[in-house]
């Protein structure tokens, strides 16, 4: 089982749709998560992160964590055409290194 | 916000050359470097890690004589591909912590470079 199971999709929606990205993890430790956007041929770029269980805002983004499921998600509110990228959730491993999720390819169709 | 960069954003070589891929933080010092590949439609797999001015830890799998890298300033990473391949085209990708080495530093990604071997 690996660490951090994030389903590759694709996803394609609709303009204006509420997009909802998952994540589940196995290592009840892991306490500090990031979602990553990797737009083709191009590096990561850190969205967000948390801490804690509950939610965090940011601008149409918001990132959600369970704790007692393993389950993270980040929902993008009025989805533009501009959001479809890769979306990786990653979690540190301990010491330098941090886990990837394989990414979840979205599309939003205008 | 911190940039990296990376140089070339592209290569195409012969089987059996070396190449080398430049990684620079343009606006802070880079206590540790990372470099990743990634293959189509997949994630991203680490290959090593460096800190400037000791050798790289190399992650299980990855061949250190043919993937070399020199951290040789706080700025400056290099990875070089050594008698490359066609199994080694990828796309190569390096990130920086200026952090303590917290596991919470946040990476800064470079741009990524394709690499091609003919």
């Known amino acids: 089982q690996k660490e951090v199971e994030q389903d590759p999709g694709p996803l394609s929606v609709p303009e204006g749709a509420i997009v909802s990205l998952n994540c589940t993890y196995s290592n009840s430790a892991f306490q500090y998560f990031m979602w990553y956007r990797q737009y083709s041929r191009k590096g990561p770029e850190l969205l967000m992160y948390t801490y804690s269980s509950g939610n965090k805002e940011d601008g149409r983004f918001t990132a959600q964590v369970d704790k007692s499921s393993k389950y993270i998600s980040l929902f993008i509110r009025d989805s533009q055409p501009s959001d479809s990228a890769t979306y990786l959730c990653a979690t540190p491993a301990g010491g330098f290194k941090t886990i990837f999720g394989a990414g979840t390819r979205l599309f939003v169709k205008a | 916000g911190a940039v990296v960069s990376q140089h070339p954003s592209w290569v195409i070589c012969k089987s059996g050359t070396s190449v080398k891929i430049e990684c620079r933080s343009l606006?802070?010092?880079?206590?540790?470097m990372f470099w990743y590949r990634q293959f189509p439609k997949q994630s991203l797999m680490l290959m090593a890690t460096s800190n400037e001015g000791s050798k790289a830890t190399y992650e299980q799998g990855v061949e250190k004589d043919k993937f070399l890298i020199n951290h040789a300033s706080l700025t400056l990473s290099t990875l070089t591909v050594t008698s490359a391949h066609p199994e080694d085209s990828s796309f190569y990708i390096c990130s920086a912590i200026a952090g303590e080495g917290s596991g919470t530093d946040t990476q800064y990604f470079g741009p990524g470079t394709r690499l091609t071997v003919l």
């Open positions: 606006d802070f010092q880079a206590t540790t």
